[in-house]
């Protein structure tokens, strides 16, 4: 099983409703807390969008699997509309070393949406809403995040909304100490969570990892003309200039959720989720992460368990 630093004091397991009426749900490690029977039918859930979505109908790495270790790791956003699960996005957290010191990386994992619920407005759900409430559990600490795509829709949906995106088609970008540190990190290590295999290779110059699609990803390979464009044109001409599609190439991107996404997403989001709901999670997240561990240890006389097991004697 992966270590687990701490990107929160407990998972999350919380629902939303969209103003459509589709209600989302977050799963925090499931494989920590969830009975084997719910895990089961999370995981049909998943395997439904997948049917009915890849060309194949199924996808073999990751939680796909149901493997308890990635199930242990995973952070799930599920999309239920109609009465059935719709679409979904599951994260993973990467333990990396940066400088000498352990940071948990966000990968934003497979993302899928059912044909037939394309352009509602679900992937910016996907992709934000679980960052946005973890980056209020890690007390406003700058959220290191990994992506692995070849879709330049994917590609610009991230180098537009996070922060310090490398590789990026945006000015300005560039590749710094540690992006390389985390990339080398990443694919070193956390190759199966995404499902690349051990023969793929990866340019540290340009961050394309080549021949890709061989870690049970492989029916997710795609041409250019196949993969959802980006609305910039720019993403696109990247995709098309730097992988090799026949070959099976991905860009990893790696960058961060900071407070300027926070406040970029928040408003973005408000035709999608309520602005008040999305404020009172984030608040008591935020809360529960910094007010919380104060009030605690201001009363060293409390025994706290493992956190503090020890009792004062009195005299």
């Not at 103003?19 to 084997?36: K, L, N, T």
């Not at 109609?82 to 070393?97: H, I, M, Q, T, Y």
């Not at 390389?180 to 340019?203: I, K, N, Q, S, W």
């Not at 999305?278 to 529960?288: G, I, P, V």
Request: proline share 5%.
């Amino acid at each position: 099983m992966l270590e687990y630093v701490g990107l929160g004091s407990r998972p999350l397991d919380i629902s939303f409703r969209t103003r459509s009426r589709a209600r989302v749900r977050i799963a925090e490690f499931p494989g920590r807390w969830m009975a084997a029977a719910d895990q089961a039918g999370l995981l049909g859930d998943l395997r439904s969008v997948v049917r009915d979505t890849v060309e194949g109908g199924t996808l073999d790495y990751g939680v796909l699997t149901g493997s308890p270790e990635r199930w242990a790791n995973a952070i799930l956003t599920v999309i239920y509309a109609d009465g059935r699960a719709v679409a979904f996005n599951a994260l993973s957290v990467l333990p990396c070393e940066l400088r000498g010191r352990t940071v948990e990386v966000l990968h934003l994992g497979l993302a899928m949406v059912h044909p037939a619920y394309q352009g509602r407005g679900f992937s910016g759900v996907l992709y934000g809403l679980t960052c946005f409430l973890i980056f209020a559990r890690r007390q406003l600490r700058p959220l290191w995040v990994s992506s692995v795509t070849q879709v330049p829709a994917v590609l610009g949906l991230v180098g537009e909304n996070f922060e310090r995106v490398f590789p990026n088609a945006q000015p300005g970008a560039r590749r710094s100490y540690d992006h390389l540190a985390l990339a080398r990190e990443v694919m070193t290590r956390h190759r199966a969570a995404f499902g690349v295999g051990a023969e793929a290779g990866f340019d540290e110059d340009r961050f394309v990892i080549t021949n890709a699609y061989t870690g049970g990803s492989d029916h997710l390979k795609k041409r250019f003309e196949e993969a959802p464009q980006a609305r910039a044109e720019v993403f696109n001409e990247l995709c098309r200039r730097e992988l090799d599609y026949g070959r099976g190439d991905d860009f990893l991107q790696i960058g961060q959720w900071g407070l300027k996404t926070t406040r970029i997403y928040f408003l973005r989001m408000a035709p999608q989720i309520s602005p008040l709901r999305l404020t009172l999670q984030f608040t008591f997240l935020a809360l529960e992460s910094c007010v919380a561990p104060l009030l605690q240890w201001l009363r060293p006389q409390v025994a706290m368990g493992d956190l503090r097991p020890w009792r004062v004697s009195r005299p």
